[in-house]
T-cell receptor, first 115, second 113 residues
Framework: GEDVEQSLFLSVREGDSSVINCTYT??????LYWYKQEPGAGLQLLTY?????DMKQDQRLTVLLNKKDKHLSLRIADTQTGDSAIYFC???????????????FGAGTRLAVHP | ETGVTQTPRHLVMGMTNKKSLKCEQH?????MYWYKQSAKKPLELMFV???????ENNSVPSRFSPECPNSSHLFLHLHTLQPEDSALYLC????????????FGPGTRLTVL
């Protein structure tokens, strides 16, 4: 079956790095995503990585993918108070004929940044 | 702004009421989705429409009834809901075949009394 798991809460000090972890079960995943949800808002795509990549960097964000262990992580460098939000890991199963992008989400990790 | 709007943003209803949630996307996408977000649980995919045709109903109770009159609009009709249906209902859209991104609306916070 398809399952995505994340820890529910992470607290970091402003200026430190944050690392949010995710594990998934579907070894045939094609894309893996990180979405951010701020209070009162919907989900916003932060970054994604294709399954044949090990790492992707985008400014303060670094995504690491360990396909053997089915482990995905999001590192936020120099974490700021504005980074406080819920971060969702999601994966797309192997391509199928439905014609739409099926996403399997984790429960989300609430990141709290304190001074 | 993601290009996906939802109304109302907040809704309180009794168990005998009938109400509808509305979603509109201005992105020219072909696929639209309804998700349910409950606290500390993964997002639950409820329905998928692709080119106005329902392609997935994820075992959703019949008290939730979706409608997609065109590729830009998606409704979720609600009737005789239960208190456990209280949640944030999110609408999303995607191009359909790129496999890269779904764009989400801000959600409707539903409370069933």
């Amino acid at each position: 079956g398809e399952d995505v798991e994340q820890s529910l809460f992470l607290s970091v000090r402003e200026g430190d790095s944050s690392v949010i972890n995710c594990t998934y079960t579907d070894s045939s995943s094609t894309y893996l995503y990180w979405y951010k949800q701020e209070p009162g808002a919907g989900l916003q795509l932060l970054t994604y990585i294709f399954s044949n990549m090990d790492m992707k960097q985008d400014q303060r964000l670094t995504v690491l993918l360990n396909k053997k262990d089915k482990h995905l992580s999001l590192r936020i460098a120099d974490t700021q108070t504005g980074d406080s939000a819920i971060y969702f890991c999601a994966e797309t199963p192997a391509l199928f004929s439905g014609g739409y992008n099926k996403l399997i989400f984790g429960a989300g990790t609430r990141l709290a940044v304190h001074p | 702004e993601t290009g996906v709007t939802q109304t109302p943003r907040h809704l309180v209803m009794g168990m005998t009421n009938k109400k509808s949630l509305k979603c509109e996307q201005h992105l020219g996408h072909n696929a639209m989705y309804w998700y349910k977000q409950s606290a500390k649980k993964p997002l639950e995919l409820m329905f998928v429409y692709n080119f106005k045709e329902q392609t997935e109903n994820n075992s959703v109770p019949s008290r939730f009834s979706p409608e997609c009159p065109n590729s830009s609009h998606l409704f979720l009709h609600l009737h005789t809901l239960q208190p456990e249906d209280s949640a944030l209902y999110l609408c999303a859209s995607s191009q359909g075949t790129s496999g890269e991104e779904q764009f989400f609306g801000p959600g409707t916070r539903l409370t069933v009394l």
